[in-house]
């Protein structure tokens, strides 16, 4: 048998996970509808809490799908035309929520900024002062596209003083960045299970107040499939899922939770950071520009520019045949040539100083 070279993922998900969750991923058959499985649900969701900074006033809601199913399903289930939610948009991630709002009719006002420039919560106080028909604020913590992090904190206190209910799109932020659902007044906060967790792709992640859903007028639902109302009965009642879930992924979770916590979470936010500040000194030292400055940039994610004279896409695909994956920009970055790079999920120092030695050699070829 044939042993495969290592292949580093240095994308924004999927991630390189630890060897115990690829040992999880080998396990006996098991229905969904057994106690066997309701454990590995309750004990998703204990982990989950904790990383999450959440109390016993949260639950932990799990359904398979990405983080965008995740977003879907809280979105499409809590909001409606008599609501109006102030959104943040300064990036990909934020035009997909301005359009899930769209999609499902709910009113929006929202507040843009060009990719990659920082949000002033100042822009919003103001929003909320000359809007009163605003019940809500919805954001991205971290906005990948960009690599920005978002003032989550000092968005969930305005929150909190204008008494409006408060939803952040997390999925690449949890497990990353320093976050605290109750800290930072959030009512609803989605994430994945392939970014910041190291977990594999598949499972989208809802944490909420419980008695947010419980106040929440019965309506007809929006969704049959992605219903936070659903989801919450059947995890309350049953511990269960109401439709099959990805079995084999939700149990990869449960490993992943474990190993993160073993690690402990302020370790694992830790080794991030050092692993990012390797990453971006490094490329400095090759004489490539980033996107953001270090003040506003994400623990997981660099933005960088390539020269323009540089082949991208070839100088990515050289990487990629060496065992090194990164993505290539969205949108308008893309055509001023920014790649990113990513060290979520199991990449340590070591890893990163390995990547660099061989992208300043490819570098060298392009430029």
């Known amino acids: ?78 909001f409606g035309a008599r609501d109006k939610v102030l959104l943040v948009n300064n990036g990909v991630f934020g035009d997909r929520l301005e359009t899930l709002l769209d999609i499902h009719e709910v009113p929006a006002r929202v507040v843009r900024y060009p990719w990659g420039q920082p949000v002033r919560d100042e822009d919003l106080e103001q929003a909320l002062r000359e809007d009163a028909d605003i019940t809500a604020i919805a954001m991205v913590c971290h906005e990948t596209s960009t690599s920005v992090i978002n003032p989550v904190s000092a968005v969930g206190r305005l929150a909190e003083k204008y008494g409006k209910r408060y939803f952040v799109d997390a999925v690449s932020a949890v497990g990353g960045e320093d976050l605290d659902v109750v800290r930072d007044h ?68 449960e490993a992943a939770v474990k190993r993160l916590l073993d690690e402990g979470l302020e370790n694992q936010i830790d080794r991030h950071r050092r692993c990012a500040r390797i990453i971006r000194e490094g490329v400095r030292a090759m004489g490539l520009k980033t996107l953001v400055g270090d003040d506003i940039a994400s623990n997981t994610v660099t933005s960088v520019f390539l020269p323009q004279e540089a082949n991208l896409a070839a100088f990515i695909t050289s990487l990629e045949e060496q065992g090194f994956t990164v993505y290539p920009g969205k949108g308008p970055l893309l055509e001023k040539n920014m790649f990113q790079i990513a060290n979520m999920g199991q990449i340590d120092e070591d890893d990163c100083r390995r990547f660099l030695a061989v992208m300043a050699r490819t570098l060298e070829r392009f430029t």
């Open 1 to 78: 048998m044939s042993v495969h070279p290592k292949h580093y993922l240095f994308c924004p998900g999927p991630v390189l996970v630890a060897p115990e969750v690829q040992l999880a991923l080998i396990h006996k058959q098991i229905c969904h509808r057994v106690p066997d499985f309701e454990a590995v649900i309750q004990n998703t969701q204990q982990g989950l809490r904790k990383i999450f900074g959440a109390d016993d006033r949260y639950t932990v809601l799990l359904i398979t799908g990405s983080g965008t199913a995740a977003n879907e399903t809280t979105l499409s289930s809590v």
């Open 186 to 253: 959030i009512d609803f906060c989605t994430c994945s299970s392939n970014k910041c967790l190291a977990s594999l792709a598949g499972v989208g992640i809802i944490c909420v107040k419980r008695s947010i859903l419980e106040s929440l007028p019965t309506a007809k639902p929006r969704n049959a499939y992605l219903n936070l109302h659903s989801l919450y009965r059947f995890s309350e009642e049953l511990h269960q899922t109401p439709n099959t879930p990805s079995v084999t992924m939700f149990i990869a979770l």
